[in-house]
Nanobody, 119 residues
Framework: QVQLVESGGGLVQAGESLLLSCVVS????????MAWYRQAPGMQRELLTT???????YSADSVKGRFTMARDYAQNTAYLQMDNLKPEDTAVYYC?????????????WGQGTQVTVSS
């Protein structure tokens, strides 16, 4: 059973930073791709960034230069460093992992963590 648990969300002011974490338990290896998504109220889910065993493979224009994904394979943890946050970044943020069945990776999802950015 694979489980993903996100943490690190909260309420911040515009221009501030947050670091989201996603701990993965279960059968996982460095070959598994991971991704971060977000969904704002009334909006479609948005893919933010993907990471394979070769590195970052995608970064959405909306967050490029501000958000950075990283993985700690020893700790089975993925991170999303979010800098210069804007009110439009307010959303529930999800991490996902893939086992080759989907692209972008989304075979398993975490429960999400709320990020709220005030102006």
């Amino acid at each position: 059973q694979v489980q993903l648990v996100e943490s690190g969300g909260g309420l911040v002011q515009a221009g501030e930073s947050l670091l989201l974490s996603c701990v993965v338990s279960g059968s996982i290896s460095s070959l598994n791709s991971m991704a971060w998504y977000r969904q704002a109220p009334g909006m479609q889910r948005e893919l933010l960034t993907t990471c394979t065993s070769t590195g970052i493979t995608y970064s959405a224009d909306s967050v490029k230069g501000r958000f950075t994904m990283a993985r700690d394979y020893a700790q089975n943890t993925a991170y999303l460093q979010m800098d210069n946050l804007k009110p439009e970044d307010t959303a529930v943020y999800y991490c996902t992992i893939g086992y080759g069945g989907t692209w972008p990776p989304r075979d398993y999802w975490g429960q999400g963590t709320q990020v709220t950015v005030s102006s």
